[in-house]
C-alpha cells in the first residue's frame, strides 16, 4: 500500500534505525496506522526529525510495499503547537491507545476525526485540568466505537431507559445492569452524561474515569499502557 499524493497524517511514535534514519508509526486519514522509514531524518542541515515530533498535523507521501515502505515526502500543515505538561501526558496517553489498540493498515478515516479533534481539544484546554479529561473521555468513547466496541450507555441490558436516580453494574461485555452500590457501582446520571459528553461534577468524571479504565483494560487484554506511568506524580487519565 502507497501513499502518491500527500496523506493527511500524524506521528504516533518514532524510534532510531540505524545511524541517521527512524521507523515512524503514522495516524493518517485513508490509510489507517501505518509505519513508515524516515531515511536520513536524524541530522544534516535540514532534518526531518523536528517534523516527526507527536501532535503536529502533517502532510506525508510513501512508496513501496512490504512491512516498510519508504517516506517520500513530509510537510507540516500548520504551525507547531506549543505541548507541555499535564497537555504533553494527555496527548503521549491518546498515542499509545491508538498504537495499541489498532491494526496497521487497516482504514479509519472516523478514528482520524476523532484523532484530529482531540488534539485540537487538549490544545485548547491546556491549563484546565477539567476540560483536559473531557477531551480524554471523549476520544476514548470515539475509538471504542470506532473499532466496533461501542458502549451501551443510553439504555440497561434489557433495552430499558438508564435512570439518572439508580445505580448500575456495568458488565463489560453486555453493558449496564440496576444494582446496587458496590466496587464497580456507577450511577445512571454519570452514564448519561459521559453519553453526552456532559461531565459536570467530580462523582461524575470519577466514575466515567473508572468505568472507562476497567473497559480498556479488557480490550488491552493485560497489556500495561506505559504513558499512565507519566501520571503517578499528578492524576492517571
Known amino acids: 500500500m502507497q501513499a502518491a499524493s500527500l496523506q493527511p497524517a500524524y506521528a504516533l511514535h518514532s ?21 513508515l522509514l524516515a531515511k536520513g531524518a536524524i541530522g544534516g542541515k535540514q532534518s526531518r526529525q523536528q517534523l516527526l515530533q507527536p501532535f503536529s498535523p502533517l502532510l506525508i507521501a ?18 507547531l503547537p506549543q505541548v507541555a505538561g499535564r497537555t504533553l501526558y494527555c496527548g503521549f496517553y491518546v498515542n499509545e491507545l491508538v498504537l495499541k489498540l489498532t491494526e496497521r493498515y487497516d482504514a479509519h478515516s472516523d478514528i482520524f476525526i476523532a484523532y484530529s479533534r482531540c488534539m485540537q481539544d487538549l490544545i485548547e ?56 452500590q458496590g466496587e464497580h457501582s456507577i450511577n445512571g446520571a454519570t452514564l448519561r452524561a459521559l453519553a453526552n459528553n456532559e461531565l459536570s461534577s467530580d462523582l461524575q468524571r470519577k466514575q466515567a474515569r473508572q468505568l472507562m479504565r476497567r473497559i480498556l483494560a479488557h480490550h488491552l487484554g493485560g497489556r500495561q499502557l506505559k504513558s499512565r506511568e507519566l501520571f503517578k506524580t499528578i492524576a492517571t487519565p
Request: hydrophobic letters at 40%.
Open 62 to 79: 510513501w512508496r513501496g510495499r512490504g512491512e516498510l515502505p519508504l517516506l517520500t515526502s513530509l510537510e507540516s500543515a500548520q504551525a
Open 125 to 180: 484546554a491546556a491549563g484546565d485540568n477539567v476540560q483536559l479529561e473531557l477531551a480524554l473521555r471523549f476520544f476514548e468513547l470515539r475509538l471504542l466505537n470506532d473499532l466496533g466496541h461501542g458502549l451501551l450507555l443510553d439504555v440497561d441490558q434489557q433495552g430499558r431507559e438508564i435512570d439518572p436516580m439508580a445505580e448500575y453494574h456495568y458488565d463489560l461485555d453486555a453493558g449496564p445492569t440496576p444494582s446496587t
Open 15 to 35: 524510534r532510531r534505525y540505524r545511524e541517521s534514519s527512524m521507523i515512524v508509526e503514522f495516524i493518517t486519514r485513508d490509510h489507517g496506522r501505518v509505519a
